[in-house]
Protein backbone atom coordinates (compact mmCIF):
# COMPACT_ATOMS: atom_id res chain seq x y z
CA UNK A 1 0.00 0.00 0.00
CA UNK A 2 1.43 3.10 -1.19
CA UNK A 3 1.76 6.04 2.07
CA UNK A 4 0.94 9.38 1.44
CA UNK A 5 2.72 12.18 1.89
CA UNK A 6 2.42 14.01 5.28
CA UNK A 7 0.77 17.62 4.88
CA UNK A 8 0.55 17.44 1.15
CA UNK A 9 -3.23 17.53 0.17
CA UNK A 10 -4.28 14.16 -1.47
CA UNK A 11 -5.24 16.16 -4.82
CA UNK A 12 -1.69 18.14 -5.31
CA UNK A 13 -0.72 14.44 -5.11
CA UNK A 14 -2.73 12.75 -7.69
CA UNK A 15 -1.95 15.79 -10.03
CA UNK A 16 1.82 15.27 -9.43
CA UNK A 17 1.59 12.04 -10.24
CA UNK A 18 -0.40 12.64 -13.73
CA UNK A 19 -4.15 13.13 -14.52
CA UNK A 20 -5.67 12.45 -17.81
CA UNK A 21 -8.69 12.96 -19.26
CA UNK A 22 -9.80 8.90 -18.99
CA UNK A 23 -9.01 9.60 -15.26
CA UNK A 24 -11.52 12.75 -15.20
CA UNK A 25 -14.30 11.30 -17.08
CA UNK A 26 -14.26 8.35 -14.29
CA UNK A 27 -14.11 11.05 -11.34
CA UNK A 28 -17.10 12.81 -13.25
CA UNK A 29 -19.29 9.69 -13.23
CA UNK A 30 -18.09 8.64 -9.63
CA UNK A 31 -18.86 12.18 -8.83
CA UNK A 32 -22.84 12.38 -10.16
CA UNK A 33 -23.42 8.51 -8.51
CA UNK A 34 -22.25 9.98 -5.68
CA UNK A 35 -24.30 13.49 -5.46
CA UNK A 36 -27.55 10.90 -6.53
CA UNK A 37 -26.45 8.59 -3.21
CA UNK A 38 -25.79 12.07 -1.13
CA UNK A 39 -28.72 14.15 -2.13
CA UNK A 40 -31.63 12.65 0.43
CA UNK A 41 -29.07 11.32 2.99
CA UNK A 42 -28.08 15.39 3.35
CA UNK A 43 -31.06 16.48 3.37
CA UNK A 44 -32.16 13.21 5.99
CA UNK A 45 -29.22 14.28 8.32
CA UNK A 46 -30.11 18.03 8.64
CA UNK A 47 -34.17 17.22 9.41
CA UNK A 48 -32.87 14.75 11.93
CA UNK A 49 -30.74 17.18 13.74
CA UNK A 50 -33.25 19.98 14.05
CA UNK A 51 -32.38 21.76 11.12
CA UNK A 52 -33.86 22.46 7.42
CA UNK A 53 -33.15 20.49 4.59
CA UNK A 54 -31.23 22.99 2.80
CA UNK A 55 -28.85 23.26 5.75
CA UNK A 56 -27.82 19.99 4.91
CA UNK A 57 -27.27 20.52 1.43
CA UNK A 58 -25.28 23.27 1.68
CA UNK A 59 -23.15 21.41 4.20
CA UNK A 60 -22.54 18.78 1.52
CA UNK A 61 -21.87 21.46 -1.43
CA UNK A 62 -19.41 23.77 0.95
CA UNK A 63 -17.66 21.16 3.37
CA UNK A 64 -17.63 18.03 0.69
CA UNK A 65 -15.84 20.96 -1.33
CA UNK A 66 -12.94 21.66 0.98
CA UNK A 67 -12.46 17.78 2.31
CA UNK A 68 -11.83 16.72 -1.56
CA UNK A 69 -9.82 19.88 -1.91
CA UNK A 70 -7.79 20.00 1.07
CA UNK A 71 -7.85 16.27 2.80
CA UNK A 72 -5.35 13.71 2.85
CA UNK A 73 -7.45 11.05 1.86
CA UNK A 74 -7.43 10.31 -2.21
CA UNK A 75 -11.67 9.21 -2.93
CA UNK A 76 -12.60 10.62 0.49
CA UNK A 77 -16.46 11.89 0.19
CA UNK A 78 -17.41 14.31 3.07
CA UNK A 79 -20.79 16.05 4.36
CA UNK A 80 -23.40 15.42 7.35
CA UNK A 81 -23.85 12.28 9.03
CA UNK A 82 -25.58 10.42 11.64
CA UNK A 83 -22.29 10.37 14.34
CA UNK A 84 -23.08 14.24 14.47
CA UNK A 85 -27.04 14.08 14.48
CA UNK A 86 -26.94 13.64 19.01
CA UNK A 87 -24.63 16.79 19.10
CA UNK A 88 -26.26 19.04 16.91
CA UNK A 89 -30.10 18.45 17.73
CA UNK A 90 -29.10 19.37 21.64
CA UNK A 91 -26.60 22.68 20.24
CA UNK A 92 -29.58 24.12 18.68
CA UNK A 93 -31.80 23.34 21.28
CA UNK A 94 -30.10 24.78 24.00
CA UNK A 95 -28.19 27.83 22.26
CA UNK A 96 -29.85 27.94 19.01
CA UNK A 97 -28.97 27.78 15.23
CA UNK A 98 -25.83 30.56 15.61
CA UNK A 99 -24.34 28.52 18.78
CA UNK A 100 -24.13 25.36 16.37
CA UNK A 101 -22.06 27.66 13.54
CA UNK A 102 -19.99 28.89 16.69
CA UNK A 103 -19.20 25.24 17.68
CA UNK A 104 -18.81 24.24 14.02
CA UNK A 105 -16.11 26.84 13.43
CA UNK A 106 -14.54 25.79 17.25
CA UNK A 107 -14.51 22.56 16.29
CA UNK A 108 -12.48 23.20 12.45
CA UNK A 109 -10.05 25.53 14.36
CA UNK A 110 -9.40 22.34 16.87
CA UNK A 111 -9.02 19.93 13.75
CA UNK A 112 -6.58 21.85 12.20
CA UNK A 113 -4.23 22.26 14.78
CA UNK A 114 -4.78 18.67 15.82
CA UNK A 115 -4.03 18.09 12.66
CA UNK A 116 -0.45 20.59 12.29
CA UNK A 117 0.27 19.16 16.13
CA UNK A 118 0.63 15.52 14.37
CA UNK A 119 -1.89 14.64 16.83
CA UNK A 120 -3.97 12.41 14.33
CA UNK A 121 -2.49 9.50 15.62
CA UNK A 122 -4.00 9.60 18.96
CA UNK A 123 -7.44 9.02 17.54
CA UNK A 124 -6.30 5.70 17.14
CA UNK A 125 -6.00 4.75 20.58
CA UNK A 126 -9.33 5.35 21.34
CA UNK A 127 -11.20 1.91 22.52
CA UNK A 128 -13.26 -0.02 19.74
CA UNK A 129 -15.59 -0.81 22.53
CA UNK A 130 -16.27 2.92 23.17
CA UNK A 131 -16.64 3.54 19.17
CA UNK A 132 -18.96 0.88 18.63
CA UNK A 133 -20.61 1.86 22.10
CA UNK A 134 -21.91 5.29 20.98
CA UNK A 135 -22.33 4.67 17.13
CA UNK A 136 -24.88 2.20 18.11
CA UNK A 137 -26.48 4.74 21.07
CA UNK A 138 -26.82 7.21 18.20
CA UNK A 139 -28.34 4.75 15.70
CA UNK A 140 -31.13 4.18 18.41
CA UNK A 141 -31.36 7.67 19.35
CA UNK A 142 -32.01 8.80 15.45
CA UNK A 143 -34.12 5.99 14.63
CA UNK A 144 -36.30 7.11 17.90
CA UNK A 145 -36.57 10.73 16.53
CA UNK A 146 -38.32 9.31 13.88
CA UNK A 147 -41.20 7.34 15.44
CA UNK A 148 -43.22 10.30 15.26
CA UNK A 149 -43.22 10.66 11.04
CA UNK A 150 -43.22 7.15 10.30
CA UNK A 151 -46.08 6.89 12.18
CA UNK A 152 -47.64 10.12 11.40
CA UNK A 153 -47.99 11.00 15.07
CA UNK A 154 -50.59 13.90 16.10
CA UNK A 155 -48.51 14.81 18.82
CA UNK A 156 -46.40 18.46 18.89
CA UNK A 157 -43.32 19.21 21.18
CA UNK A 158 -41.84 15.95 21.87
CA UNK A 159 -39.18 15.52 24.42
CA UNK A 160 -35.57 15.39 23.90
CA UNK A 161 -35.33 12.93 26.40
CA UNK A 162 -34.84 9.37 25.13
CA UNK A 163 -37.40 8.10 28.21
CA UNK A 164 -39.49 10.63 28.08
CA UNK A 165 -39.90 10.65 24.55
CA UNK A 166 -40.89 6.86 24.25
CA UNK A 167 -43.15 7.94 26.94
CA UNK A 168 -45.36 10.11 24.84
CA UNK A 169 -45.43 7.61 21.44
CA UNK A 170 -46.78 4.93 23.65
CA UNK A 171 -49.61 6.73 25.37
CA UNK A 172 -50.16 8.26 21.54
CA UNK A 173 -50.35 5.47 19.49
CA UNK A 174 -53.59 5.77 18.88
CA UNK A 175 -53.37 8.85 16.95
CA UNK A 176 -51.40 7.11 13.90
CA UNK A 177 -51.78 8.42 10.43
CA UNK A 178 -52.39 5.25 8.73
CA UNK A 179 -51.31 6.89 4.93
CA UNK A 180 -48.47 8.26 6.77
CA UNK A 181 -47.41 4.76 8.25
CA UNK A 182 -48.03 3.39 4.81
CA UNK A 183 -46.43 5.77 2.90
CA UNK A 184 -43.17 4.87 5.46
CA UNK A 185 -43.51 1.30 5.40
CA UNK A 186 -43.61 1.33 1.76
CA UNK A 187 -40.38 3.71 1.32
CA UNK A 188 -38.39 1.16 3.81
CA UNK A 189 -39.68 -1.95 1.81
CA UNK A 190 -38.32 0.15 -1.50
CA UNK A 191 -35.42 0.41 0.31
CA UNK A 192 -34.63 -2.93 1.07
CA UNK A 193 -35.78 -4.72 -2.08
CA UNK A 194 -33.70 -2.12 -4.27
CA UNK A 195 -30.81 -2.93 -1.87
CA UNK A 196 -31.28 -6.71 -2.39
CA UNK A 197 -31.73 -6.45 -6.03
CA UNK A 198 -28.44 -4.42 -6.71
CA UNK A 199 -26.12 -2.27 -4.52
CA UNK A 200 -25.45 -0.57 -7.74
CA UNK A 201 -29.08 0.85 -7.32
CA UNK A 202 -29.34 4.80 -5.28
CA UNK A 203 -31.78 3.00 -2.74
CA UNK A 204 -32.44 5.91 -0.82
CA UNK A 205 -33.35 8.13 -3.65
CA UNK A 206 -35.48 5.82 -5.43
CA UNK A 207 -37.80 5.40 -2.05
CA UNK A 208 -37.92 9.40 -2.11
CA UNK A 209 -39.10 9.84 -5.80
CA UNK A 210 -41.25 6.92 -5.01
CA UNK A 211 -43.53 7.72 -2.17
CA UNK A 212 -43.49 11.41 -3.42
CA UNK A 213 -44.48 10.80 -6.79
CA UNK A 214 -47.67 8.89 -5.19
CA UNK A 215 -48.57 11.65 -2.22
CA UNK A 216 -48.18 14.13 -5.30
CA UNK A 217 -50.41 12.31 -7.69
CA UNK A 218 -53.02 10.94 -5.15
CA UNK A 219 -52.63 13.80 -2.98
CA UNK A 220 -52.39 12.45 0.35
CA UNK A 221 -52.89 14.43 3.32
CA UNK A 222 -49.81 13.79 5.11
CA UNK A 223 -46.93 16.32 6.38
CA UNK A 224 -44.28 17.22 3.48
CA UNK A 225 -41.38 19.16 4.14
CA UNK A 226 -42.85 21.95 2.17
CA UNK A 227 -45.52 22.14 5.10
CA UNK A 228 -42.84 21.38 7.41
CA UNK A 229 -40.18 24.16 6.31
CA UNK A 230 -42.74 26.47 3.73
CA UNK A 231 -39.79 29.07 3.05
CA UNK A 232 -36.91 27.24 1.69
CA UNK A 233 -33.92 29.36 0.50
CA UNK A 234 -32.85 28.92 -2.95
CA UNK A 235 -29.03 28.50 -3.92
CA UNK A 236 -25.77 28.83 -1.47
CA UNK A 237 -26.22 31.45 1.33
CA UNK A 238 -23.37 34.53 1.48
CA UNK A 239 -20.66 33.18 3.70
CA UNK A 240 -21.51 35.34 6.78
CA UNK A 241 -19.46 35.75 10.24
CA UNK A 242 -21.63 34.34 13.19
CA UNK A 243 -22.04 36.94 16.31
CA UNK A 244 -20.29 35.72 19.24
CA UNK A 245 -19.25 36.28 23.23
CA UNK A 246 -16.62 34.94 25.29
CA UNK A 247 -19.33 33.27 27.71
CA UNK A 248 -20.91 31.58 24.62
CA UNK A 249 -17.19 30.41 23.76
CA UNK A 250 -16.90 29.17 27.09
CA UNK A 251 -20.42 26.98 27.11
CA UNK A 252 -19.74 25.38 23.61
CA UNK A 253 -16.10 24.48 24.19
CA UNK A 254 -17.53 20.88 25.17
CA UNK A 255 -19.09 20.58 22.34
CA UNK A 256 -16.80 22.08 20.15
CA UNK A 257 -14.56 19.27 21.40
CA UNK A 258 -16.93 16.53 21.12
CA UNK A 259 -17.92 17.95 17.50
CA UNK A 260 -14.12 17.30 16.32
CA UNK A 261 -13.53 14.05 18.12
CA UNK A 262 -16.77 12.48 16.13
CA UNK A 263 -15.09 14.12 12.63
CA UNK A 264 -11.77 13.21 13.28
CA UNK A 265 -13.02 9.07 14.07
CA UNK A 266 -15.72 9.30 11.32
CA UNK A 267 -12.67 10.79 8.93
CA UNK A 268 -10.20 8.20 10.10
CA UNK A 269 -12.91 4.88 10.20
CA UNK A 270 -14.02 5.84 6.37
CA UNK A 271 -10.25 6.91 5.42
CA UNK A 272 -9.27 3.58 6.53
CA UNK A 273 -11.92 1.66 4.53
CA UNK A 274 -10.88 3.88 1.44
CA UNK A 275 -7.36 2.60 1.70
CA UNK A 276 -8.40 -0.78 1.33
CA UNK A 277 -10.65 -0.32 -1.53
CA UNK A 278 -7.69 1.58 -3.91
CA UNK A 279 -4.69 0.77 -2.04
CA UNK A 280 -3.06 3.98 -1.15
CA UNK A 281 -2.72 4.87 2.41
CA UNK A 282 -4.24 8.32 3.54
CA UNK A 283 -2.02 11.04 5.40
CA UNK A 284 -4.40 11.25 8.38
CA UNK A 285 -3.00 14.82 10.08
CA UNK A 286 -3.52 16.20 6.40
CA UNK A 287 -7.04 14.30 6.80
CA UNK A 288 -7.66 16.32 9.91
CA UNK A 289 -6.67 19.43 8.04
CA UNK A 290 -9.27 19.59 5.66
CA UNK A 291 -11.90 18.38 7.62
CA UNK A 292 -10.93 21.13 10.10
CA UNK A 293 -11.21 23.65 7.40
CA UNK A 294 -14.55 22.10 5.88
CA UNK A 295 -16.29 22.44 9.09
CA UNK A 296 -14.89 26.29 9.80
CA UNK A 297 -16.24 26.78 6.20
CA UNK A 298 -19.36 25.02 6.63
CA UNK A 299 -20.31 27.40 9.40
CA UNK A 300 -19.41 30.02 7.53
CA UNK A 301 -22.10 29.15 4.60
CA UNK A 302 -24.87 28.46 7.79
CA UNK A 303 -24.37 24.79 6.89
CA UNK A 304 -23.99 22.17 10.03
CA UNK A 305 -21.02 19.91 10.87
CA UNK A 306 -19.48 17.72 8.45
CA UNK A 307 -17.13 14.79 8.63
CA UNK A 308 -15.65 11.77 5.81
CA UNK A 309 -19.11 9.56 4.92
CA UNK A 310 -18.09 5.80 5.27
CA UNK A 311 -21.29 4.85 2.81
CA UNK A 312 -20.36 7.79 0.53
CA UNK A 313 -16.85 7.09 0.18
CA UNK A 314 -17.50 3.20 -0.36
CA UNK A 315 -20.02 4.47 -3.60
CA UNK A 316 -17.53 6.84 -4.90
CA UNK A 317 -15.08 4.13 -5.05
CA UNK A 318 -17.06 1.51 -6.66
CA UNK A 319 -18.43 4.14 -9.00
CA UNK A 320 -14.74 4.70 -10.44
CA UNK A 321 -13.75 7.24 -8.33
CA UNK A 322 -9.99 7.65 -7.78
CA UNK A 323 -9.09 11.03 -6.84
CA UNK A 324 -10.47 13.62 -4.75
CA UNK A 325 -11.60 15.33 -8.43
CA UNK A 326 -14.43 13.07 -7.58
CA UNK A 327 -15.35 14.62 -4.39
CA UNK A 328 -14.97 18.46 -5.85
CA UNK A 329 -17.42 17.12 -9.08
CA UNK A 330 -20.15 15.41 -6.21
CA UNK A 331 -20.04 18.70 -4.34
CA UNK A 332 -20.42 20.87 -7.82
CA UNK A 333 -23.72 18.90 -9.31
CA UNK A 334 -25.23 18.97 -5.43
CA UNK A 335 -24.66 22.89 -5.71
CA UNK A 336 -26.52 22.87 -9.02
CA UNK A 337 -29.44 20.77 -7.49
CA UNK A 338 -29.32 23.94 -4.65
CA UNK A 339 -30.02 26.57 -7.57
CA UNK A 340 -32.14 24.95 -9.87
CA UNK A 341 -34.13 21.99 -7.70
CA UNK A 342 -35.61 23.21 -4.37
CA UNK A 343 -38.96 23.54 -5.53
CA UNK A 344 -38.95 19.66 -5.75
CA UNK A 345 -38.49 19.29 -1.93
CA UNK A 346 -41.62 20.71 -0.47
CA UNK A 347 -43.09 17.58 -2.38
CA UNK A 348 -40.95 14.94 -0.04
CA UNK A 349 -42.87 13.42 2.56
CA UNK A 350 -41.63 13.45 5.84
CA UNK A 351 -42.49 9.84 6.19
CA UNK A 352 -39.91 9.32 3.29
CA UNK A 353 -37.35 10.70 4.94
CA UNK A 354 -38.01 8.98 8.29
CA UNK A 355 -37.91 5.39 6.18
CA UNK A 356 -34.30 6.97 4.94
CA UNK A 357 -33.06 7.42 8.96
CA UNK A 358 -34.42 4.29 9.48
CA UNK A 359 -31.71 2.54 7.35
CA UNK A 360 -29.31 4.61 8.63
CA UNK A 361 -29.54 4.37 12.23
CA UNK A 362 -29.77 0.41 11.01
CA UNK A 363 -26.44 0.34 8.95
CA UNK A 364 -24.82 2.64 12.14
CA UNK A 365 -25.79 0.07 14.38
CA UNK A 366 -23.27 -2.53 13.23
CA UNK A 367 -25.22 -5.24 15.48
CA UNK A 368 -22.98 -7.63 14.65
CA UNK A 369 -19.94 -6.60 15.83
CA UNK A 370 -21.66 -5.00 18.81
CA UNK A 371 -22.73 -8.75 20.12
CA UNK A 372 -19.10 -9.62 18.99
CA UNK A 373 -17.65 -7.54 21.22
CA UNK A 374 -19.90 -8.13 24.23
CA UNK A 375 -18.72 -11.85 24.09
CA UNK A 376 -15.03 -11.05 24.23
CA UNK A 377 -14.58 -10.26 27.27
CA UNK A 378 -16.38 -8.53 30.38
CA UNK A 379 -14.00 -5.73 30.37
CA UNK A 380 -14.93 -4.56 27.36
CA UNK A 381 -18.62 -5.63 27.75
CA UNK A 382 -18.98 -3.16 30.49
CA UNK A 383 -17.55 -0.20 28.57
CA UNK A 384 -19.39 -1.44 25.86
CA UNK A 385 -22.61 -1.06 27.61
CA UNK A 386 -21.90 1.87 29.57
CA UNK A 387 -20.97 4.32 27.17
CA UNK A 388 -24.08 3.08 24.73
CA UNK A 389 -26.78 3.31 27.96
CA UNK A 390 -24.81 6.67 28.79
CA UNK A 391 -25.18 8.06 25.14
CA UNK A 392 -28.87 6.97 24.81
CA UNK A 393 -30.27 7.87 28.85
CA UNK A 394 -27.69 11.01 29.38
CA UNK A 395 -25.23 12.45 26.92
CA UNK A 396 -22.59 11.75 24.05
CA UNK A 397 -19.89 13.55 25.68
CA UNK A 398 -20.51 12.22 29.09
CA UNK A 399 -20.55 8.92 27.27
CA UNK A 400 -17.41 9.34 25.76
CA UNK A 401 -15.44 10.72 28.15
CA UNK A 402 -16.84 8.35 31.06
CA UNK A 403 -15.83 5.01 28.53
CA UNK A 404 -12.35 6.55 27.58
CA UNK A 405 -11.90 7.01 31.25
CA UNK A 406 -13.09 3.75 32.21
CA UNK A 407 -11.44 1.97 29.27
CA UNK A 408 -8.19 3.53 30.21
CA UNK A 409 -8.23 2.32 34.07
CA UNK A 410 -9.41 -0.96 32.59
CA UNK A 411 -5.79 -1.08 30.74
CA UNK A 412 -4.30 0.58 33.46
CA UNK A 413 -5.31 -2.65 35.67
CA UNK A 414 -4.15 -5.30 33.39
CA UNK A 415 -0.94 -3.34 32.56
CA UNK A 416 -0.05 -3.43 36.08
CA UNK A 417 -0.95 -7.15 36.58
CA UNK A 418 1.08 -8.10 34.02
CA UNK A 419 4.15 -6.53 35.44
CA UNK A 420 5.89 -8.94 37.61
CA UNK A 421 8.83 -8.39 40.53
CA UNK A 422 10.35 -11.61 40.73
CA UNK A 423 13.20 -12.69 43.21
CA UNK A 424 15.89 -14.29 41.42
CA UNK A 425 18.33 -17.40 43.10
CA UNK A 426 19.64 -18.84 40.32
CA UNK A 427 21.68 -18.24 37.10
CA UNK A 428 18.50 -17.92 35.14
CA UNK A 429 17.58 -14.52 32.20
CA UNK A 430 21.28 -13.73 31.85
CA UNK A 431 21.18 -10.55 29.05
CA UNK A 432 22.57 -12.85 26.54
CA UNK A 433 19.29 -14.34 26.35
CA UNK A 434 16.58 -13.73 24.61
CA UNK A 435 14.03 -13.54 27.20
CA UNK A 436 13.56 -17.15 27.43
CA UNK A 437 14.15 -19.00 30.91
CA UNK A 438 16.74 -22.04 30.40
CA UNK A 439 17.67 -24.65 32.88
CA UNK A 440 18.15 -23.02 36.17
CA UNK A 441 21.96 -23.25 36.81
CA UNK A 442 23.18 -22.95 40.11
CA UNK A 443 24.97 -19.36 40.43
CA UNK A 444 26.92 -17.93 43.33
CA UNK A 445 24.81 -14.88 44.87
CA UNK A 446 26.10 -13.81 48.04
CA UNK A 447 23.79 -14.87 50.96
CA UNK A 448 23.92 -10.61 51.88
CA UNK A 449 22.90 -9.84 47.65
CA UNK A 450 19.21 -9.68 46.78
CA UNK A 451 18.43 -9.90 43.15
CA UNK A 452 14.93 -8.44 41.96
CA UNK A 453 13.95 -8.48 38.38
CA UNK A 454 11.33 -6.30 36.86
CA UNK A 455 9.48 -7.76 33.91
CA UNK A 456 7.13 -5.14 32.31
CA UNK A 457 6.96 -1.28 32.70
CA UNK A 458 7.19 0.67 36.00
CA UNK A 459 4.57 2.85 36.06
CA UNK A 460 1.71 4.36 38.32
CA UNK A 461 -0.55 1.74 37.78
CA UNK A 462 2.23 -0.20 39.75
CA UNK A 463 4.55 1.74 41.62
CA UNK A 464 3.01 1.14 45.06
CA UNK A 465 3.35 -2.44 44.14
CA UNK A 466 7.21 -2.26 43.75
CA UNK A 467 7.77 -0.12 47.22
CA UNK A 468 5.38 -2.78 49.42
CA UNK A 469 7.15 -5.86 47.52
CA UNK A 470 10.22 -4.33 48.75
CA UNK A 471 9.05 -3.83 52.05
CA UNK A 472 7.69 -7.15 52.75
CA UNK A 473 11.13 -8.23 52.51
CA UNK A 474 11.97 -10.48 55.90
CA UNK A 475 15.72 -9.00 55.75
CA UNK A 476 17.04 -5.94 53.81
CA UNK A 477 20.46 -7.22 51.95
CA UNK A 478 23.42 -5.64 52.25
CA UNK A 479 23.04 -5.45 48.27
CA UNK A 480 20.07 -5.23 46.49
CA UNK A 481 20.48 -5.79 42.52
CA UNK A 482 17.63 -4.29 40.07
CA UNK A 483 17.20 -6.41 37.07
CA UNK A 484 15.81 -3.97 34.54
CA UNK A 485 16.31 -5.15 31.15
CA UNK A 486 12.83 -6.52 30.81
CA UNK A 487 11.57 -3.06 32.09
CA UNK A 488 11.42 -0.97 28.73
CA UNK A 489 8.96 2.02 30.42
CA UNK A 490 9.68 4.21 33.40
CA UNK A 491 6.69 6.77 34.11
CA UNK A 492 7.18 9.86 37.09
CA UNK A 493 5.26 7.59 39.20
CA UNK A 494 7.61 4.99 38.67
CA UNK A 495 10.70 7.00 39.14
CA UNK A 496 9.21 8.42 42.65
CA UNK A 497 8.68 5.03 43.81
CA UNK A 498 12.93 4.41 42.91
CA UNK A 499 13.16 7.31 45.13
CA UNK A 500 11.34 5.72 47.85
CA UNK A 501 13.09 2.30 47.58
CA UNK A 502 16.70 4.42 47.46
CA UNK A 503 15.10 6.08 50.91
CA UNK A 504 14.45 2.68 52.11
CA UNK A 505 17.71 1.43 51.41
CA UNK A 506 19.61 4.21 52.47
CA UNK A 507 17.99 3.66 56.03
CA UNK A 508 19.24 0.00 55.92
CA UNK A 509 22.55 0.34 54.89
CA UNK A 510 21.87 -1.04 51.91
CA UNK A 511 23.56 -0.63 48.61
CA UNK A 512 21.41 -0.47 45.08
CA UNK A 513 22.86 -1.70 41.90
CA UNK A 514 20.63 -0.78 38.87
CA UNK A 515 21.36 -3.41 36.15
CA UNK A 516 21.14 -2.77 32.52
CA UNK A 517 19.22 0.05 32.66
CA UNK A 518 16.86 0.82 29.28
CA UNK A 519 17.20 4.08 27.11
CA UNK A 520 14.07 5.34 28.76
CA UNK A 521 14.40 4.48 32.12
CA UNK A 522 17.56 5.68 32.24
CA UNK A 523 16.65 9.13 30.61
CA UNK A 524 13.92 9.43 33.27
CA UNK A 525 16.69 8.62 35.87
CA UNK A 526 19.27 11.31 34.37
CA UNK A 527 15.78 14.34 34.29
CA UNK A 528 15.00 13.69 37.68
CA UNK A 529 19.01 13.92 38.95
CA UNK A 530 19.18 10.82 40.37
CA UNK A 531 21.70 9.26 37.90
CA UNK A 532 24.64 12.01 38.76
CA UNK A 533 24.63 10.01 41.96
CA UNK A 534 24.67 6.51 40.74
CA UNK A 535 27.32 6.74 38.16
CA UNK A 536 28.99 4.01 40.85
CA UNK A 537 25.69 1.82 40.79
CA UNK A 538 24.69 1.12 37.42
CA UNK A 539 26.11 -2.38 35.45
CA UNK A 540 25.73 -2.79 31.90
CA UNK A 541 24.50 -6.21 32.16
CA UNK A 542 23.90 -9.05 35.20
CA UNK A 543 27.32 -10.45 35.01
CA UNK A 544 28.56 -7.18 35.74
CA UNK A 545 26.42 -6.23 38.59
CA UNK A 546 27.30 -9.77 39.98
CA UNK A 547 30.71 -8.91 39.76
CA UNK A 548 30.60 -5.44 41.57
CA UNK A 549 28.32 -6.73 44.42
CA UNK A 550 31.07 -9.53 45.01
CA UNK A 551 33.91 -6.89 45.11
CA UNK A 552 31.71 -4.33 47.54
CA UNK A 553 31.10 -6.96 50.16
CA UNK A 554 35.17 -7.87 50.07
CA UNK A 555 35.26 -4.27 51.98
CA UNK A 556 33.39 -3.81 55.09
CA UNK A 557 33.29 0.02 55.22
CA UNK A 558 32.44 -0.27 51.17
CA UNK A 559 29.25 0.07 50.97
CA UNK A 560 28.31 2.51 53.93
CA UNK A 561 31.06 4.40 52.24
CA UNK A 562 29.24 5.49 49.24
CA UNK A 563 25.59 5.45 50.08
CA UNK A 564 25.11 8.69 48.93
CA UNK A 565 23.64 11.09 51.42
CA UNK A 566 22.14 13.82 48.84
CA UNK A 567 19.56 11.39 47.58
CA UNK A 568 16.52 13.67 47.81
CA UNK A 569 14.07 13.61 50.47
Keep these: MKSANPFVPALITCLREGYNFKTFRSDVVAGVTVAIVALPLAMAMAVASGASPDKGLVTAVVAGFFISLLGGSRVQIGGPTGAFVVVIFDIISNYGFNGLIIASIMAGLILIVAGYAKLGKLIKYIPYPVITGFTTGIAVIIASSQVKDFFGLGVENIPADFLNKWYV ?141 IARTATNVKAGGRTPVAGICHAVFLLIFLYTSMDILAYIPMAALAAVLFMVSWGMSDLKHFVQIAKISPSDRTILFLTFVLTVLVDLTVAIGVGVTFASLLFMRHMSRSVEIRRQNCMNEYESHDGEDPHDDEIDIPS ?75 KILEKAGIRKHLDGAIAKDFEEALSMSKKMLKDEDFIVKHIDPTIKN
Design 169 to 309: YLTNFNEINPIAFCMGFLGLLTIIISKKISPQIPSYLVSILLISTIVFVFKLDIETIGTRFPSLPKGLPAPVWPEFSLSQIRDLVPSAFTIAFLAGIEALLSAVVADGLIGHKHSLNQELIGQGVANVASGIFGGIPATGA
Design 448 to 522: DVIVLQINGPLFYGFATEFCDRLKSLEKMPRILILRMRFMPYLDASGENSIEEILKICREHKTFIIFSAVRPQPR
